[in-house]
Every structure is written in C-alpha cells, then in structure tokens.
C-alpha cells in the first residue's frame, strides 16, 4: 500500500479502506512511506486501521524507515503486548494512560513484527523487480543506488542480464563478510550491477525523533534518541 500522498489522517484511513477490498484475508500488508508531519505530527495508531484489516497483519513504514505502524493483528502475531520491554536500540510507543501499545514501533523495535513476515518466492521477488525497473523507466530514473538485504541483492544478480535499470547494492553491515567473498570470487560486479559497500543504521532518524543527540529534542523532552547498533559484535 503506497501512504506518500496520504496528506491528512481521514486520507490514510480511506487509503486502507480502500486497498483492503482486494486482499485475500491473512495476506500480510506492507509497505506504506508514510509521513505524519503532512498533517501536524500526530502519530498513526493502530485504532485508524483496524476496522478495515481485522483479518490481516499489517505493518507499514515510515517515510525514513525508521518508524512503522502495526495493527493490532500484527502484534498479537508478534506477541507484543502492553508488558513487552522495548527492545535495545527501539521503542514501542505506548498509550500514557493505559501503557498499551498504539502500533508505533521505532527502529529496533520494528523488527519484532518483520521478522514475522513471510518471505517472498523466488517468483514473486523476480516479478517485484520487472515491476520496479518499468515503473522507473517510466519516470526517466536510469540508476539507483538500494540499501538492500542479501536476497534482494542475490534476486539482482540472478537477474543481472535483464535488468534495465543501473543498480549500486549495499547489503546490510551484517553481511560484511559475505560481501569482502563476493567481491574476492566476482570482483565489484559490472556497468549494470555493483556492489562495493554496506549500510548500517548506527542511531534513527530526525523525523522518528530517534536520531542520537547529545540533548533531548525540544518537542519531546523525554528522548534524546537513541542507538541501534548495541554490539560490537556485529563488527568483527
């Protein structure tokens, strides 16, 4: 479900109602990029979209991806309730009266419900793409550079003779010594499709209000932001 253009709550709201005529129930629902600042900075609860996805999960991101609205079927999945803590490096935005959880997961926190989300088929990754290249070719967008996990980069490779559209992948840090492999057995890719780095989220975002600061933000004097890579683990 596309959320850009949504510029006011009741439009979110309709964008569901509508959407949700052609989804088969259990279907999970995602996507979203959505941004709360079009209509004054109230945050989407999981209460606006209920009534129209009682018989599917549904999880859908930010603008910045640093912040996602899950229904209140896609929590129970995920088992998250009023007594869950916050995970490192993430918030479950709470209700101030009744501490239950409004659907507004930030950053780390959005992973208990993704991890939920059944892969994609090699088929239907295939067809994402074909779908993507044609849509960018139709907007004279020639090149991009994606931010991608290790089978989205695999699904490029697989197709790297039929691609349309110049693709720069940096998989997820987690992936770096897959990555230093790749490039040892196929160099850094060609004119079409490269790879020569990694992307890591080290803190939020300024629109989440978790980007890392030294003070708390002045709208909101309970945070100053928070981390997301709590282990040097990762790193080594």
């Given at each position: 479900?596309?959320?850009?253009?949504?510029?006011?709550?009741?439009?979110?709201k309709?964008?569901?109602?509508?959407?949700?005529?052609?989804?088969?129930?259990?279907e999970?629902?995602?996507?979203?990029?959505w941004?709360?600042?079009?209509?004054?900075?109230l945050?989407p609860?999981?209460?606006?979209?209920?009534?129209?996805t009682?018989?599917?999960?549904?999880?859908?991101?930010?603008?910045?991806g640093h912040?996602?609205?899950a229904?209140s079927?896609?929590?129970?999945?995920?088992?998250?309730?009023k007594?869950?803590?916050?995970?490192k490096?993430?918030?479950?935005?709470?209700?101030?009266?009744?501490?239950m959880?409004?659907?507004?997961?930030?950053?780390?926190a959005?992973?208990?419900?993704?991890?939920?989300?059944p892969?994609?088929?090699?088929e239907k990754?295939?067809?994402?793409l074909?779908?993507?290249?044609?849509?960018a070719?139709?907007?004279?967008?020639?090149?991009?550079?994606?931010?991608?996990?290790?089978k989205?980069?695999?699904t490029?490779?697989?197709?790297?003779?039929?691609?349309?559209?110049?693709?720069?992948?940096l998989?997820?840090y987690?992936?770096?010594?897959?990555?230093i492999?790749?490039?040892?057995?196929?160099?850094?890719?060609?004119?079409?499709?490269r790879?020569?780095?990694?992307?890591?989220?080290v803190?939020?975002?300024?629109?989440?209000?978790?980007?890392?600061?030294y003070?708390?933000?002045?709208?909101?004097?309970?945070t100053?932001g928070?981390?997301?890579?709590?282990?040097?683990?990762?790193?080594?």
């Open positions: 479900i596309d959320l850009h253009s949504a510029i006011t709550p009741d439009v979110f309709h964008r569901f109602k509508s959407y949700m005529k052609n989804i088969e129930p259990n999970w629902v995602t996507g979203g990029n941004d709360h600042e079009h209509w004054g900075g945050l609860t999981r209460q606006w979209i209920d009534e129209y009682v018989d599917n999960p549904v999880l859908v991101s930010r603008v910045d912040m996602a609205l229904n079927k896609a929590l129970e999945i995920a088992g998250i309730n007594h869950t803590s916050d995970p490096g993430g918030v479950i935005v709470r209700d101030s009266k009744t501490g959880p409004t659907g507004i997961l930030k950053d780390n959005i992973a208990l419900v993704s991890v939920r989300i892969e994609n088929t090699v990754r295939n067809r994402i074909n779908t993507a290249m044609k849509h070719a139709s907007v004279g967008i020639t090149q991009i550079h994606d931010m991608c996990s290790w989205d980069l695999n490029y490779r697989e197709n790297k003779n039929s691609l349309t559209l110049r693709i720069f992948a998989p997820w987690t992936n770096w010594k897959r990555l492999q790749l490039v040892r057995e196929d160099g850094y890719g060609d004119n079409y499709l790879w020569s780095g990694i992307k890591a989220m803190d939020g975002s300024l629109g989440s209000r978790t980007a890392w600061m003070d708390p933000y002045l709208d909101d004097n309970t100053s928070l981390v997301r890579i709590t282990d040097t683990i990762d790193f080594k």
